[in-house]
């Protein structure tokens, strides 16, 4: 077919203004380029290929400010190339997150070392990578987007978490990612498959339509729920919730303490995003047929699956003694809190979770931080390698002791104020759904038992660090400007981010009625 002049302009016009919403993704991969290119000659192997990527990413995270510009003013974001890609206000929200813990990342690396000059194009074109894919997630609006996806962001934490060279335990803790995330991705596909036969499309929205025509003529069969529940396992697979949690202590264990921030922080918000974005399609299509059918049948599913998170999380992380391990648990723990949103259908539910996500963001670098500075500077990745921190090194035992108590969620630390807000919502949930009532009752009170319980190995990290005494021998760790000023950002964040809820939640909420 071949377009008339007036047809032709219509397309080029709309593609200008569909790369213009996506040009961040282009940055990002445009910096990836870049990289593998000045690599081919000698003069640049003098340089850190870290340095190369931060402007671009200050570049990207500009952009994603002057689209919260225009998204605030009025200028509405919506379905890019053809419906494939969604750049609304929600997806708006999480890109900028990951760019900002992209960043956090490459700063955390410069200070530890990892990756070396030598090895710096690999690493910065996986973490670049991984990023990129999972901004798609966040923006996928298609089942095969979604699915596309899911493998950009997966492949490069596969390699990510065996980059270390030399260590058998980072081998083997690949090897499993792969293994696992192998299977689940195969599952997903599987389930994308049967929908897409059902509803004859890929379209979420069109997904959505035949879920309501669904319940208009009685109610979800079978087979469509089981595909739903499929392709879900991709998803909960990389929320890492219970069952398909297993690969995670495993591979943060074996994997730098660099890579297992990327893997819990990033990983997480890409997941949530997806999550969320699918789940709250699906509400806004069956919600006028019956209001109650998703979260009597699906959420009730997730809100089990978040009380079993979270406990086994919780309980599991009480006997480690390798400190990434420890933090391992304590991220599933956590991705049960951040399902609890995610399993009632509402929109305070999921305004909740992203701010969650923003308060998990610098309390999670900030710990996983302190464990790879320790590991460079001291040689500890052991709870007992903490004894006497505060006397050896006051900077970094104030910088874990701030990101431990927001974890365990005391105020005024953004952890109580994100935990609020995800049981305030589940709270009004019940009240919204009578039948859901006793639940959604019972996963709040699972939630505070659970709060309850992490105190046991959160509050041990910080009678290591101040109450015991140092070992024999131990000498002071210097924690130097640069390290310095990360933790002091990172916890004056946390400080902020607690107390001054408004601004956060009202970019949140604005993300999630934004979302088209």
């Given at each position: 077919m071949i377009l008339t002049p007036e047809q032709y302009a219509s397309v080029r016009s709309a593609l200008n203004a569909d790369l213009g919403w996506f040009a961040p993704e282009l940055i990002v991969a445009g910096?990836?380029?870049?990289?593998?290119?000045?690599?081919?000659?000698?003069?640049?192997?003098?340089?850190?290929?870290?340095?190369?990527?931060?402007?671009?990413l200050l570049a990207a995270l500009g952009l994603l400010g002057l689209q919260w510009f225009d998204l605030f003013h009025g200028l509405r974001g919506g379905p890019v190339f053809t419906g494939l890609l969604n750049l609304d206000a929600f997806a708006t929200f999480l890109r900028t997150l990951l760019i900002l813990f992209a960043l956090g990342a490459l700063w955390l690396g410069g200070i530890t070392?990892?990756?070396?000059?030598?090895?710096?194009?690999?690493?910065?074109?996986?973490?670049?990578?991984?990023?990129?894919?999972m901004m798609v997630m966040v923006s996928a609006n298609h089942l095969m987007m979604v699915f596309v996806g899911?493998?950009?962001?997966?492949?490069?934490?596969?390699?990510?978490?065996?980059f270390l060279k030399g260590r058998k335990t980072g081998s083997e803790s690949a090897l499993k990612y792969v293994l696992y995330g192998s299977a689940a991705s195969g599952v997903a596909l599987y389930g994308i498959s049967l929908l897409m036969t059902q509803f004859g499309t890929g379209s979420l929205t069109g997904i959505a339509h035949g879920f309501a025509e669904l319940a208009r003529g009685g109610g979800i069969d079978g087979l469509t729920f089981a595909a739903t529940a499929?392709?879900?396992?991709?998803?909960?697979?990389?929320?890492?919730?219970?069952?398909?949690?297993?690969?995670?202590?495993?591979?943060?264990?074996?994997?730098?303490?660099?890579?297992?921030a990327f893997l819990s922080v990033a990983?997480?918000?890409?997941?949530?995003?997806?999550?969320?974005?699918?789940?709250?399609?699906?509400?806004?299509?069956?919600?006028?047929?019956?209001?109650?059918?998703?979260?009597?049948?699906?959420?009730?599913?997730?809100?089990v699956m978040a009380m079993?998170?979270?406990?086994?999380?919780?309980?599991?992380?009480?006997?480690?003694?390798?400190?990434?391990?420890?933090?391992?648990?304590?991220?599933?723990?956590?991705?049960?809190?951040?399902?609890?949103?995610?399993?009632?259908?509402?929109?305070?539910?999921?305004?909740?979770?992203?701010?969650?996500?923003?308060?998990?963001?610098?309390?999670?670098?900030?710990?996983?931080?302190?464990?790879?500075?320790?590991?460079?500077?001291?040689g500890i990745e052991t709870l007992d390698g903490l004894r006497g921190l505060w006397e050896r090194s006051p900077g970094l035992a104030g910088a874990l002791a701030v990101a431990v108590l927001s974890l365990l969620g005391l105020p005024p630390l953004v952890?109580?104020?994100?935990?609020?807000?995800?049981?305030?919502?589940?709270?009004?949930?019940?009240?919204?759904?009578?039948?859901?009532?006793?639940?959604?009752?019972?996963a709040l009170a699972v939630a505070v038992l659970n709060t309850a319980v992490s105190a046991g190995y959160y509050l041990k990290v910080l009678k290591l660090c101040f109450l015991d005494e140092p070992v024999d021998g131990a000498e002071p760790i210097l924690l130097g400007n640069s390290a310095g000023a990360l933790?002091?950002?990172?916890?004056?964040?946390?400080?902020?981010?607690?107390?001054?809820?408004?601004?956060?939640?009202?970019?949140?909420?604005?993300?999630?009625?934004?979302?088209?």
């Open positions: 910096t990836i380029l870049l990289t593998l290119f000045l690599r081919i000659f000698k003069p640049f192997d003098r340089i850190h290929s870290n340095t190369v990527a931060v402007g671009p070392g990892l990756p070396d000059r030598e090895d710096s194009a690999d690493y910065l074109v996986l973490l670049l990578g991984g990023t990129l894919g899911l493998e950009m962001a997966s492949l490069p934490c596969y390699a990510l978490s065996g499929m392709l879900l396992v991709g998803f909960a697979f990389k929320l890492s919730a219970v069952p398909f949690h297993f690969w995670l202590p495993d591979v943060f264990e074996g994997a730098a303490a660099e890579v297992g990983s997480k918000a890409a997941a949530v995003g997806l999550t969320a974005r699918f789940l709250l399609i699906l509400q806004r299509e069956v919600g006028p047929v019956d209001p109650s059918l998703l979260p009597r049948t699906v959420g009730t599913t997730l809100l079993l998170t979270m406990t086994l999380g919780n309980l599991a992380a009480l006997g480690q003694t390798n400190l990434k391990r420890l933090l391992a648990y304590s991220t599933i723990a956590h991705a049960g809190v951040l399902l609890l949103g995610l399993a009632i259908f509402t929109a305070e539910g999921i305004a909740a979770t992203l701010y969650y996500l923003a308060g998990y963001l610098p309390t999670n670098l900030a710990a996983f931080g302190v464990v790879a500075i320790l590991r460079n500077r001291a952890g109580f104020a994100g935990k609020f807000q995800i049981f305030a919502a589940l709270y009004d949930a019940g009240r919204l759904h009578p039948d859901l009532a006793v639940i959604c009752t019972v933790l002091g950002l990172l916890g004056i964040s946390i400080f902020v981010l607690g107390i001054a809820w408004n601004p956060v939640v009202m970019f949140a909420t604005r993300a999630v009625v934004g979302m088209g």
